[in-house]
């Protein structure tokens, strides 16, 4: 069994910044990768970070240079930081860990920015 826990979303003003968490535990054997992902209402769930097992970062085009994700390998947890925010941030946001077999979902995070 594996649990993946997203922690530190709320409300921000415009211009904010807000630090996400992801912790997943249970038997894992072996995480490939994890990632954050949001769904706005009545959008698909789209990628905003990712991370691999070498450290190789993705972002999406809409959050270049406001977002910054991270990954604690010993925790097995990932940070994103987002800095700057804007409206259209405002989503439910889900870490998705992947490992070579098996993909887990968070429950996901309301992030909501609004003045």
């Known amino acids: 069994q594996v649990q993946v826990v997203e922690s530190g979303g709320g409300l921000v003003q415009p211009g904010g910044s807000l630090s996400l968490s992801c912790a997943a535990s249970?038997?894992?054997?072996?995480?490939?990768?994890m990632g954050w992902y949001r769904q706005a209402p009545g959008k698909q769930r789209e990628l905003v970070a990712g991370i691999d097992s070498g450290d190789i970062v993705r972002y999406a085009d809409s959050v270049k240079g406001r977002f910054t994700i991270s990954r604690q390998y010993a925790e097995n947890t990932a940070l994103l930081q987002m800095n700057s925010l804007k409206p259209e941030d405002t989503a439910v946001y889900y870490c998705?860990?992947?490992?070579?077999?098996?993909?887990?979902w968070g429950q996901g995070t309301q992030v909501t920015v609004s003045s």
């Open positions: 249970g038997s894992i054997f072996s995480i490939n990768a």
């Open positions: 998705k860990v992947e490992t070579f077999s098996q993909t887990y």
